[in-house]
C-alpha cells in the first residue's frame, strides 16, 4: 500500500460518540475515496474528493462528513457514531495519468459499542 | 444505478487448474474495470486495469477480458497456485472515471 497511510488501524468507541479517521497519501492525487466494507454489503461508497475542500457524497454517506484542506489529508468524521457503523473502512487513491489505477489502504476496523 | 454481480460466491480448486472468474455489469456506460485480490484482514491490490476501449489485459499468470456491450469480464488464472487464494473483486467506473462499483467478490480457494 505504498503511499497511503490509515489511521487508526483499529478503533472501539461507544455510542454517540464522535470519530475521525485519517487517510494520509504521499502522491498527490487529486482523487481520494472513503468506503466501508460489510458482510453480505461489499465494498460502498461514502464519500470522494476531487481536489482541496472538493467533496461528494457516495452511496452511503448519511451520518459521516468528510474534509479535506490539503491534498494528502482526507479525514472521515462520523458525528455521533452508531452500532450500524461498526465496519471496516477503506481509504483509496486514484492515480492519475493514464494509470487510473485505484490504491488502497490498509483499512480501519471501527467498533461501536 | 450500476450494479455489479460476481460468479460464482466461492470456488475451490486442486493446484494446477486453470480458473475463471465471472463478473457482469448492468450498466455499459463505463470508463474502465479493474480486477482486485484482496487477502483476510486486508486491503485491496489491483491486479489489472482494463479501459472501455480494451478488451483484454494480461499479467503474467492473470488474463482479463472486457465485453463492454454484453456487460461481462472473466479474469482467467493460469496454472492456480494456494498463494493465489483469496478473494477477487471486481470494480467499475462510471462514464466520467470518478466513482466506481465493486461486485461482491469471489473467495478463492486453490488446494496443495
Known amino acids: 500500500d505504498a503511499g497511503i497511510t490509515q489511521s487508526p488501524r483499529h478503533k472501539v468507541t461507544e455510542t454517540g460518540t464522535p470519530v475521525t479517521l485519517r487517510c494520509h497519501q504521499t502522491e498527490n492525487h487529486r482523487y481520494m475515496y472513503w468506503y466501508r466494507q460489510d458482510p453480505g454489503h461489499g465494498l460502498r461508497l461514502i464519500h470522494y474528493s476531487y481536489g482541496v475542500k472538493d467533496t461528494d457524497k457516495g452511496e452511503v454517506s448519511d451520518g459521516y462528513s468528510v474534509s479535506r484542506s490539503k491534498t494528502e489529508d482526507f479525514l472521515l468524521t462520523l458525528e455521533s457514531a452508531t452500532s450500524s457503523q461498526t465496519s471496516v473502512y477503506f481509504c483509496?487513491?486514484?492515480?492519475?495519468?493514464?494509470?487510473?489505477?485505484?490504491?488502497f489502504g490498509s483499512g480501519t476496523q471501527l467498533s461501536v459499542l | 444505478k450500476q450494479e455489479v454481480t460476481q460468479i460464482p460466491a466461492a470456488l475451490s480448486v486442486p493446484e494446477g487448474e486453470n480458473l475463471v472468474l465471472n463478473c457482469s455489469f448492468t450498466d455499459s456506460a463505463i470508463y474502465n474495470l479493474q480486477w482486485f485480490r484482496q487477502d483476510p484482514g486486508k486491503g485491496l491490490t489491483s491486479l489489472l486495469l482494463i479501459q472501455s476501449s480494451q478488451r483484454e489485459q494480461t499479467s503474467g499468470r492473470l488474463n482479463a477480458s472486457l465485453d463492454k456491450s454484453s456487460g461481462r469480464s472473466t479474469l482467467y488464472i493460469a496454472a492456480s497456485q494456494p498463494g493465489d487464494s483469496a478473494t477477487y473483486l471486481c470494480?467499475?467506473?462510471?462514464?466520467?472515471?470518478?466513482?466506481?462499483?465493486f461486485g461482491p467478490g469471489t473467495r478463492l480457494s486453490v488446494l496443495p
Open positions: 483509496a487513491i486514484r492515480q492519475g495519468g493514464s494509470n487510473e489505477k485505484l490504491l
Open positions: 470494480a467499475v467506473s462510471d462514464n466520467y472515471g470518478q466513482n466506481f462499483v
